[in-house]
């Protein structure tokens, strides 16, 4: 990671340990890293998601189909 995001491996290390914190900067290029949200990182959100970038329109319906079954949303 601290290749990837230009830093030191001490500067990620220090944060890990919570011995100091990353820039809003970083914050925003490891939440592009880890396909995830910047609120997701500082422990903002409680819910989960499902990255669909990257995916076709096909493999998307896929997707939704499959969380409305799981769901119970479904048609039997």
């Given at each position: 990671m601290a290749r990837k995001l230009g830093v030191t491996r001490a500067s990620v290390n220090a944060w890990e340990m919570e011995l100091s914190s990353p820039t809003a900067v970083y914050l925003v290029e490891m939440a592009r890293l880890f396909h995830t949200t910047t609120d997701d990182i500082l422990g903002l959100e409680s819910e989960e998601k499902i990255s669909l970038r990257g995916m076709n329109e096909q493999e998307k319906r896929l997707v939704y189909?499959?969380?409305d079954y799981i769901s119970?949303?479904?048609k039997p």
């Open positions: 189909d499959l969380v119970g949303h479904h």
